[in-house]
């Protein structure tokens, strides 16, 4: 789970005191006395020139319960919201916060502090910010000068805390600097829990406002986006998610609610900019499934009987909560010796109709996906068909059934995952599924046995899918081993006629279980020699052509469906024409 830009607290720092060599106090101004302090969130003291910053910060995590505070002076530093926390403990630095309610803006979350690139000024000893005191640090690789102390097991500050300091600044002291909140109170989601959310989704979020101080969500993913949004302290916000223009399939996104308390003290020129910050993060699984509908799936095959048939459309899931019921094997066609479906299944029920072909799209998004076709739910032995071709996640799996009977067929669909990784590890299974699921009802072409009796009829061959089982052709063709399909179909053949516009392609594949068929185009139903085009791969192989008028005229031809033996055997057949 995402947690890299979760604030983090430091529960260490370095050593206790400073050298005489190291820090030079020598500088300390005397000249005044003058302090600039009261309850205002901004003081302004403009007969100083501009000095040096400072900042005082106290974070407060609400998830962990641990509160660090942080102090950072420096002759010059970027000007960070949470400058002091950033600088010690190497959280991500917070460039800025939108100015208007409702505005956002990305910030790069790689941004950090250069201690080298920073002079320090040394304050003292000790600083107390609120009623929290800190004593001096400093990192000898470098020089830099800190504040830092873990104050979790003390009571947090509310209301008007002050701060005090010295050294090679004047003497200060107040106790009306920085205005306290009381910490942030997520109500929904739960602090640190997990949500899951697709695309075209609002994802609320609800905190008990209090009207003080700013209210920010930062959204985070893994490596790209840190987007911080300014809410109006109404305690509702709905997260817009597509908003965030995510583009990659699956994303683990952390979100983190903040109130911030600020305040600006300019003594003598000094400027000391004054937060203290109370955040609460939670956790967002994003799935983008496209314009597609929510499909509960079946665990066991009991529950799958009683399921609606699946409709055509495109459809996802999740399997959270399904075991590994069923292992196909046998019908998983693969590219791979490592093909297996020992993951997560889930079963769907469909039913075919006569003369139909069931076409599948199945993906899962973060596992290798294993699809098949079951006859009965209750073992896998009833696979007919099946697809594990990629051992990769996110790869599309594709198989299809025909129902060649007079009968609606009743069928059951396993949604699968492999269960291991490639280096043979166990997966989690808890993926997000689609389905993509289209029934084609093959159509009966119009076929004649003779040249004479194609001769004149309706063009009526056009694109979609065919299905053709008759044993009343004779032989009248055979484009012979010299012919266009290089091999003698001496066996029962069919013509149709149909028209070819210029610039159009014509691509037909047909398959014959269990036959022998070959395809080719006649320009002239009575001669074999004036085919333009045929195949012929063999046995039980699929035959495909595909052929382009590159004239400028239509051209009107005959698909040929020859075969080889006594007669032709039932055939399907897919035409595209465009």
Same mark, same amino acid.
């Given at each position: 789970?995402?947690?890299?830009?979760?604030?983090?607290?430091?529960?260490?720092?370095?050593?206790?005191?400073?050298?005489?060599?190291?820090?030079?106090?020598?500088?300390?101004?005397?000249?005044?006395?003058?302090?600039?302090?009261?309850?205002?969130?901004?003081?302004?003291?403009?007969?100083?020139?501009?000095?040096?910053?400072?900042?005082?910060?106290?974070?407060?995590?609400?998830?962990?319960?641990?509160?660090?505070?942080?102090?950072?002076?420096?002759?010059?530093?970027?000007?960070?919201?949470?400058?002091?926390?950033?600088?010690?403990?190497?959280?991500? @630095?917070?460039?800025?916060?939108?100015?208007?309610?409702?505005?956002?803006?990305?910030?790069?979350?790689?941004?950090?502090? =250069?201690?080298?690139?920073?002079?320090?000024?040394?304050?003292?000893?000790?600083?107390?910010?609120?009623?929290?005191?800190?004593?001096?640090?400093?990192?000898?690789?470098?020089?830099?000068?800190?504040?830092?102390?873990?104050?979790?097991?003390?009571?947090?500050?509310?209301?008007?805390?002050?701060?005090?300091?010295?050294?090679?600044?004047?003497?200060?002291?107040?106790?009306?600097?920085?205005?306290?909140?009381?910490?942030?109170?997520?109500?929904?989601?739960?602090?640190?829990?997990?949500?899951?959310?697709?695309?075209?989704?609002?994802?609320?979020?609800?905190?008990?406002?209090?009207?003080?101080?700013?209210?920010?969500?930062?959204?985070?993913?893994?490596?790209?986006?840190?987007?911080?949004?300014?809410?109006?302290?109404?305690?509702?916000?709905?997260?817009?998610?597509?908003?965030?223009?995510?583009?990659?399939?699956?994303?683990?996104?952390?979100?983190?609610?903040?109130?911030?308390?600020? #305040? #600006?003290?300019?003594?003598?020129?000094?400027?000391?900019?004054?937060?203290?910050?109370?955040?609460?993060?939670?956790?967002?699984?994003?799935?983008?499934?496209?314009?597609?509908?929510?499909?509960?799936?079946?665990?066991?095959?009991?529950?799958?009987?009683?399921?609606?048939?699946?409709?055509?459309?495109?459809?996802?899931?999740?399997?959270?909560?399904?075991?590994?019921?069923?292992?196909?094997?046998?019908?998983?066609? #693969?590219?791979?010796?490592?093909?297996?479906?020992?993951?997560?299944?889930?079963?769907?029920?469909?039913?075919?109709?006569?003369?139909?072909?069931?076409?599948?799209?199945?993906?899962?998004?973060?596992?290798?996906?294993?699809?098949?076709?079951?006859?009965?739910?209750?073992?896998?032995?009833?696979?007919?068909?099946?697809?594990?071709?990629?051992?990769?996640?996110?790869?599309?799996?594709?198989?299809?059934?025909?129902?060649?009977?007079?009968?609606?067929?009743?069928?059951?669909?396993?949604?699968?995952?492999?269960?291991?990784?490639?280096?043979?590890?166990?997966?989690?299974?808890?993926?997000?599924?689609?389905?993509?699921?289209?029934?084609?009802?093959?159509?009966?072409?119009?076929?004649?046995?003779?040249?004479?009796?194609?001769?004149?009829?309706?063009?009526?061959?056009?694109?979609?899918?065919?299905?053709?089982?008759?044993?009343?052709?004779?032989?009248?063709?055979?484009?012979?081993?010299?012919? @266009?399909?290089?091999?003698?179909?001496?066996?029962?053949?069919?013509?149709?006629?149909?028209?070819?516009?210029?610039?159009?392609?014509?691509?037909?594949?047909?398959?014959?279980?269990?036959?022998?068929?070959?395809?080719?185009?006649?320009?002239?139903?009575?001669?074999?020699?004036?085919?333009?085009?045929?195949?012929?791969?063999?046995?039980?192989?699929?035959?495909?052509?595909?052929?382009?008028?590159?004239?400028?005229?239509?051209?009107?031809?005959?698909?040929?469906?020859?075969?080889?033996?006594?007669?032709?055997?039932?055939?399907?057949?897919?035409? #595209?024409? =465009?």
């Amino acid at each position: 789970m995402l947690r890299t830009l979760v604030p983090a607290l430091l529960l260490a720092v370095g050593c206790s005191g400073p050298s005489t060599e190291e820090t030079d106090t020598s500088s300390v101004d005397t000249d005044t006395d003058t302090q600039v302090t009261g309850p205002t969130t901004t003081l302004i003291d403009t007969a100083w020139p501009p000095g040096d910053l400072g900042s005082l910060n106290i974070i407060h995590h609400v998830n962990t319960g641990n509160v660090g505070v942080f102090g950072v002076f420096a002759k010059s530093a970027p000007n960070y919201v949470n400058l002091a926390q950033c600088a010690v403990s190497g959280n991500t @630095c917070v460039t800025g916060i939108p100015g208007d309610e409702d505005d956002w803006e990305d910030q790069d979350p790689d941004t950090d502090i =250069q201690r080298e690139d920073i002079h320090t000024r040394f304050m003292g000893y000790e600083i107390t910010f609120g009623p929290y005191t800190m004593r001096y640090q400093e990192d000898r690789r470098n020089g830099f000068g800190y504040y830092a102390s873990n104050v979790s097991r003390e009571e947090l500050p509310e209301g008007w805390i002050g701060a005090s300091w010295g050294g090679q600044w004047s003497d200060y002291s107040s106790d009306a600097d920085l205005d306290v909140s009381r910490p942030i109170d997520l109500v929904a989601p739960r602090p640190g829990s997990n949500t899951f959310i697709t695309n075209g989704q609002f994802l609320p979020v609800e905190w008990v406002p209090t009207g003080k101080g700013i209210v920010t969500l930062t959204v985070g993913t893994r490596f790209d986006l840190y987007r911080v949004f300014h809410l109006e302290d109404d305690g509702y916000y709905d997260l817009d998610i597509d908003a965030l223009g995510i583009l990659d399939d699956t994303e683990e996104l952390t979100l983190t609610l903040t109130r911030w308390d600020r #305040s #600006s003290v300019n003594f003598e020129g000094n400027v000391v900019e004054m937060v203290a910050a109370s955040d609460v993060w939670f956790t967002v699984d994003y799935a983008n499934i496209g314009p597609r509908e929510r499909l509960y799936a079946a665990d066991q095959c009991d529950e799958a009987r009683g399921l609606p048939s699946v409709t055509p459309g495109g459809w996802w899931g999740r399997l959270d909560f399904m075991t590994d019921n069923l292992r196909p094997t046998t019908c998983l066609t #693969s590219g791979s010796p490592l093909a297996k479906a020992w993951g997560k299944d889930a079963l769907l029920r469909v039913e075919v109709p006569p003369k139909s072909v069931l076409n599948l799209d199945y993906n899962t998004l973060s596992e290798s996906a294993s699809l098949y076709v079951l006859t009965d739910c209750s073992t896998a032995n009833s696979c007919v068909k099946g697809s594990d071709i990629d051992q990769n996640p996110n790869i599309h799996e594709f198989t299809n059934y025909f129902n060649s009977t007079e009968d609606p067929e009743e069928l059951f669909i396993g949604l699968d995952t492999t269960g291991v990784d490639a280096s043979n590890q166990p997966t989690p299974g808890d993926t997000v599924w689609t389905l993509d699921v289209t029934v084609e009802t093959l159509r009966d072409p119009l076929m004649f046995d003779t040249c004479l009796d194609a001769l004149g009829q309706p063009q009526t061959l056009s694109s979609g899918g065919y299905f053709e089982e008759f044993v009343a052709y004779t032989d009248n063709l055979n484009p012979g081993n010299g012919g @266009c399909t290089h091999t003698s179909l001496n066996g029962a053949d069919a013509l149709m006629p149909f028209s070819l516009g210029p610039g159009q392609t014509f691509t037909v594949n047909v398959t014959s279980p269990g036959g022998d068929v070959g395809v080719y185009v006649l320009s002239n139903c009575n001669d074999v020699f004036s085919c333009v085009g045929g195949a012929d791969a063999g046995t039980n192989q699929t035959e495909q052509l595909v052929l382009v008028n590159q004239g400028k005229a239509t051209a009107n031809l005959y698909l040929v469906v020859d075969s080889k033996g006594p007669g032709l055997r039932p055939f399907v057949m897919g035409v #595209s024409i =465009q």
